[in-house]
């Protein structure tokens, strides 16, 4: 990974200096480039505009949330997902635009559909019967119209991790489609008379490689749409693919850029909308992890180290899986520079592991590292989605602060949690 040096040769982030970041912050510590985010929303965005397409890039927010976060998206004209009124909440104490947020989640309450309806949340995206039914309950209860996508299990299987996969026939998400659960589920919007059912959703899964997959829910899709079509009352308006497009987390990884999926996702949807006869349907793309994942930096403090003779040393630092658990959640690998020397010849592998009461607390199994000691800074990289986003009070450590730095300026967007933070919802049993 070539990564961004300053005249001292130290890790660069966003313009600022990573070893003032962790004097300045402290560690652990994430910290994010928010040039690179803007970049990533805009090439999405540039990839409509030259294809002349009307799309909507709609961040998955659950990758990383908050207040700072939707500010910059709302900066960027881009929308929000939110899938629970904790997200939800943050989006309205951001005061981000409503219209422009959908909600998602395959098991909302009633309390959090009655929280999105007080908001005027722009669509819900409707994922089960049980649902449905709730949605109509409440809107003809409040005489409240609002636009709904219905979601549905697409039963393509994308090559990921298990638990990333989402879009298979056995799923717990959306309606199936082999038993005809959707074409009643359109029926049954249909008639619900404040439901304004816009068009249909699908999200395969999460950090995908391959193109095919895109390609072939594009088709999927804009098929059902023109079935609905035919059958309903119904004019489609918006084709919505979800996320997951894959990004590079060391330098085994070799992915296509972000924008090559929607590529190839629009020019799937526009052959399909010329052989269908159907206006092309506004195309709505949910990218999580390639936008927050790689401008994301996690800097730690290096402390103890243990040598095993004939084995790998481990090297601990501060932090661990209570700030990311995807290592050993997901096997995920990482890569981590010496923020002094990122350029640096290593010298030796190393087990990178946290401060957690687990063995299994190893940020990077086998990590080639210049000589280090107590007290150097390290930066593991690509760590912006699902990292603070997934961060636990696990062993009563506290969740380290978020920063954001551009050009050159560092902002701390969330505060550290403090040791009065971790007991404030104690209460005495004496
Ligand atoms: N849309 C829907 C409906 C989703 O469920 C997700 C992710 C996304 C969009 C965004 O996917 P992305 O572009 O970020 O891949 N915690 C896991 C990832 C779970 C993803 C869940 N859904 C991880 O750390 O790998």
């Known amino acids: ?60 927010s659950k990758a990383f949330a908050s207040i700072a976060m939707y500010q910059v998206m709302q900066q960027l004209n881009a929308h929000i997902d939110v899938v629970s009124g904790g997200e939800l909440t943050t989006a309205i104490a951001a005061q981000f635009p409503m219209p422009h947020v959908s909600f998602h989640g395959n098991n909302k309450s009633e309390a959090e559909l009655v929280m999105a309806l007080d908001a005027h949340v722009g669509t819900i995206i409707v994922d089960n019967f049980h649902e449905l039914a709730l949605l109509d309950h409440l809107t003809t209860a409040r005489q409240q119209p609002v636009d709904i996508l219905l979601r549905i299990t697409p039963g393509i299987s994308a090559h990921t991790h298990e638990y990333d996969q989402t879009g298979q026939v056995d799923s717990k998400f959306g309606f199936d489609l082999d038993s005809n659960q959707a074409t009643a589920a359109v029926a ?9 059912l816009r068009g249909i959703h699908a ?163 086998r990590q080639p590292l210049p000589t280090t000691h107590p007290g150097d800074i390290v930066a593991v990289c690509a760590t912006g989605a699902y990292g603070y986003a997934m961060a636990s009070n696990y062993n009563r450590n506290p969740r380290p602060a978020v920063v954001f730095v551009e050009n050159g300026q560092a902002k701390i967007v969330v505060s550290r949690e403090t040791f009065a933070d971790l007991i404030h919802l104690d209460q005495s049993y004496l």
């Open 1 to 60: 990974m070539s990564l961004p040096t300053n005249h001292a040769g130290h890790l660069e982030i966003g313009g600022a200096d990573a070893l003032t970041l962790a004097a300045d912050y402290q560690t652990p510590l994430v910290v994010y480039d928010v040039a690179q985010i803007r970049q990533q929303v805009r090439a999405f965005q540039h990839v409509f505009e030259t294809a002349h397409v009307d799309g909507i890039v709609s961040y998955a």
């Open 203 to 365: 999200h395969i899964g999460s950090q995908i490689f391959a193109l095919e997959g895109f390609i072939a829910v594009t088709h999927k899709l804009m098929s059902l749409l023109a079935d609905w079509a035919q059958t309903f009352d119904f004019t489609p308006e918006v084709l919505n693919v979800g996320g997951g497009f894959g990004i590079a987390y060391t330098k085994d990884d070799d992915p296509l850029p972000p924008e090559a999926f929607v590529q190839a996702i629009v020019e799937a949807a526009k052959a399909d909308s010329t052989a269908l006869q159907m206006s092309l349907p506004q195309i709505w793309i949910e990218p999580g992890r390639a936008i927050v994942g790689p401008a994301g930096y996690s800097l730690y403090t290096i402390g103890s180290r243990k040598d095993v003779p004939g084995l790998l040393p481990y090297v601990a630092v501060d932090g661990g899986m209570g700030d990311n658990i995807r290592p050993a959640l997901y096997q995920a690998k990482y890569e981590a520079v010496l923020a002094s020397a990122p350029q640096a010849p290593a010298t030796e592998t190393v087990h990178l592991v946290g401060k957690y009461c687990e063995s299994g607390d190893i940020l990077i199994d």
């Open 188 to 196: 049954q919007a249909m008639q619900a008379p404040y439901l304004n």
